[in-house]
């Protein structure tokens, strides 16, 4: 059998056991009984370590070796080499040991959390944040072990972001920092407006006016679902099946906000290229061009001015409250801009802020320069900073978000600088499609969807996010395109 | 506990994962996949079923489970590796070629079948049934036997069963109910015209619901949605989904719910401490089906629940306002000789299997040829039901078992029958009010006994030895053919 064929089989063995543990993820969350809690989080911890042995066996090592002798330079194969190197060397470092831990440990942190947020019980919390935190940290440094880092934060971003560094991610957010400041100080100077979206929408109305909205846009129902679950996210089986959630919420700003961005998710992977399906490069090539493409949908082209005015009848069809509100003013209430305590659905503006706080929170922890117990108030702190406002519960503070219960630390950068890229990709997409905005405007929404797909989706892994990015935009990632998208967007907006 | 049992229930609980992941994509599959996802499910779907298989027969599974033998120090201990024994016997004895062959030759006549249903033509399936009976022959000769080459087949779903058991069971059940069944044919039949409407989904899932919350299926240990054909499947104890469905005759989703709910409840009661070993679980097809039947058929057409339920069903659905108890009660207890098992009532539903085993037992005798089948099968339901069926689909090629080959199965059917009457009997003894107390809705005592009794036992004991245990006596057909003719005299008022 050939190096190749033996990959493929490993292979083919490693993505049915991923799209078990997926499927188990969405189970769990959008439809499993309580009672199933225990054993799930057994079998996903079992099926995950099955998968890291499958990856650190030494017969996939030795085939991965054989394959990187052969590798024509720029060939497929070569990033095949490229992208397992990667992984084997992530899954060696970190060990079977600590993948089960985890696995467990945010089975069980997730089970809490879903409890501990609405009744605002950060106790209950405690133990399984010191623990994820004390996992984050035993992976930084089997990862940092024998490599050139600066931080051992560094290690944990990397996950996320190939190449991203804590310094480099701060830089880039303090930048980001004087254009909100500025912006803030525009928009603090305006007139108030009604906020006539600020009531309770019917949630399954919501739901499947959404429902329609996405496929409408170009998600394909027909290899995906859009459900309800307590927290927002995308998941895959394989990419005929892409599944999205959306929160139970009558907050039609949030949900229509959310849903666009798990959607900008499923389309990348739902137009993965038909020759890497099935293969090491079957997927998206970081967290953060895939949230480049969450953010995307979500907010250039779903806060649109087009978008609006071809969904506004339509949206009108559903709640004829809303009859009589014109596009240019659905335009400005959906770029409202107000500091608000939750980060999904947060304006363009303020969500960076969000993200900082827990971008600085997480390195402090994993510096232990923050101890879990002060987290809560060291939260409220900085959204005051931030922000200028400080949540009275951890409900609408700390508990708020699922990642860290889920195990995620190093994640949320990747909000932040997915803006970033997606204005530096959306810039150079509107230079060869200048009338987008009159497409969208009457429905049209697949030269966007194709230009994505050509230029990004379509490759999957084939490239380093970076080198990703210098194909398609021709420069490194860099504030200086969403700069200029947030100042145009508050000259357009303006009364 | 030695190094060995431990290093087994540690392989066993990876096959236990593989198992679960399995299942749940399969369940997936039928209730929410779209349908774009079918080719990498089925794929998927393959290699973990490879997987699981694999971790189960490897050597060093195997090896554990040797050294295992003999360290066992609780009863626990010695059930669970019976059970593992078993079931390594039964995977390790055939040949893993005639396996693969057996596969490719199923998915194979699994096409040809659904064709010639379609085309109602025999003929184009017979040389495929013929070799399905062939592998199966072999199989047999491989899994061994003493006295019939059915007994190897009917063991691998009843453990312990053989034909003469069930040459046994029909024997005693054959003329009674074929007797029973002339009678009712020939009696005035009830009216269920009313049963058949537009009935609202939304309104038919809530009381369905409604109901299994009722027997005392758990809801936070389990759930019900909707696919194209009711089953019941689990990931663990603490994790077991119901599917119905809903069409225009009314008691298609609320006994199929009852039914499937029966299962569930039986798996719910499996001691928490076994879930995820071989012990947790129901112990053969018989007596699962006995669950099923229990509280589809004993408690779900009985006249007390309904006296309980029916104002609540009359106030879901207000059509049946103008519709009395007793006609609902006569109407979901109509009993017609029909051509097609799966739709068939429970007096007539044991000559449907009793066709089946005579058929296919003659066939591996070599005293049927298989071309020879559809003349033999309609002859024996105009013999046992007074009718002979039109065309082929909905006789000899109705069912998809014997095209997967599933031969010796059909009798576990029959099995649950008696079983569900004879355990209900024994429960009686215990429960002398259990009439009155499913006529007040409460089933707690009833539901009790039976997890008490049974369903906490989960596979810890033969079906053999759990019937004599349970019941004080063998599996036999004597209570359910006095229940069954008590019953429907009564509804027929004969």
Sequence with gaps: MSAQDTLHRLWADHTALAAARSLMGWDQQVLMPSGGVTARAEHSTRIAAMAHALLTSDELARTVEELATAAEPGSDAEAEVRVLQRTLRIQNALGGDLVMRKARASSQAYETWKLAKPANDYAAMKPHYEEMFAIARESAARLSAGRAVAKPYDALIDLFEQGATTDGTARLFAEMRETTNELLEVIRNRPGQDDLLAREFDQTKLLEFMRGTVSEVGFRMENGRLDICRNAFCTNMSPQDVRMTTRPSGHLKGIVSSSLHEMGHALYEQNIGAELVGTPLGGGTSLGVHESQSRLWENIVGRSLGFWTHFLPKLQAVFPELIGLQPSEMFRLMNRVEPGFVRVGADEITYNAHIWIRFELEVALVEQTLSIDDLPEAWKDKMEAYLGIRPATDTDGVLQDVHWARGSVGYFPTYSLGNLMSYQIWEKFTSSVPDWEDQFATGRFSSALEWLTENVYRNGQRYTPSDLLQRVVGEPISTQAWSRGMRAKVAATAP | ?494
């Design chain 2, 1 to 494: 506990m030695s190094d060995a049992l431990r290093g087994l229930k540690d392989r066993l609980a990876d096959v236990n994962a593989l198992q679960a992941a399995a299942a749940l994509m399969d369940w997936d599959h039928q209730c929410f996949m779209p349908s774009g996802g079918t080719p990498a499910r089925a794929e998927h779907l393959g290699i973990l079923t490879r997987m699981a298989h694999e971790a189960f027969v490897a050597d060093e599974t195997q090896r554990l489970l040797q050294d295992s033998h003999g360290e066992a120090e609780t009863n626990e201990d010695r059930a669970m590796l019976r059970v593992v024994q078993r079931e390594m016997d039964q995977k390790t004895k055939i040949p893993a070629s005639l396996v693969a062959e057996k596969t490719r030759l199923g998915s194979l006549a699994h096409e040809i079948w659904v064709k010639a249903r379609q085309d109602k033509d025999f003929a184009s399936f017979a040389p495929a049934l013929e070799q399905m009976f062939d592998i199966t022959r072999q199989e047999a000769e491989h899994l061994g036997y003493t006295d019939h080459i059915y007994d190897a087949l009917v063991d691998l779903y009843e453990e312990g069963a053989t034909h003469a058991d069930c040459v046994r069971m029909y024997e005693t059940l054959k003329g009674p109910n074929v007797e029973l069944v002339a009678a009712l044919n020939a009696a005035e039949k009830p009216d269920d015209s009313f049963l058949y409407g537009d009935w609202d989904v939304a309104t038919q899932r809530a009381f369905t619901e409604t109901l299994i919350r009722a027997i005392g299926f758990d809801m936070e240990r389990g759930r019900q949605d909707t696919a194209a054909h009711p089953f019941c499947t689990g990931f663990s104890v603490g994790d077991i989904r119901l599917t119905t469905r809903f069409k225009s005759y009314l008691p298609s989703a609320i006994f199929g719910s009852l039914h499937e709910a029966g299962h569930g409840m039986y798996e719910q009661g499996s001691p928490m401490a076994w879930d995820r070993t071989p012990l947790a679980g129901g112990v053969s097809m018989g007596f699962h089906e006995s669950q099923s039947r229990t509280w589809e058929n004993l408690v779900g057409r009985s006249h007390s629940f309904w006296s309980y339920f029916y104002p609540k069903l009359q106030a879901s659905f207000p059509a049946l306002a103008s519709v009395g108890l007793e006609t609902f009660y006569k109407a979901v207890n109509k009993v017609e000789s029909s051509f097609i098992r799966v739709e068939a009532d429970e007096v007539t539903y044991n000559l449907h299997t009793l066709v089946r085993f005579e058929l296919e037992s003659a066939v591996l005798e070599g005293s049927l040829a298989v071309k020879d089948l559809p003349a033999a099968w309609n002859d024996k339901y105009e013999a046992y039901l007074g009718i002979r069926p039109t065309d082929d689909s909905v006789g000899v090629l109705q069912d998809v078992h014997w095209s997967a080959g599933l031969i010796g199965y059909f009798p576990t059917y029959t099995m649950g029958n008696l079983l569900s009457y004879q355990i209900w009997n024994t429960m009686l003894q215990s429960v002398p009010d259990a009439d009155a107390q499913i006529g007040a809705g409460k089933f707690e005592e009833v539901h009790g006994w039976l997890r008490d009794n049974l369903y906490r036992l989960g596979r810890s004991v033969p079906p053999k030895e759990l019937a004599l245990k349970l019941t004080g006596k063998p599996m036999g057909a004597e209570d359910y053919v006095a229940g069954l003719s008590a019953k429907y005299r009564g509804v027929y008022g004969l």
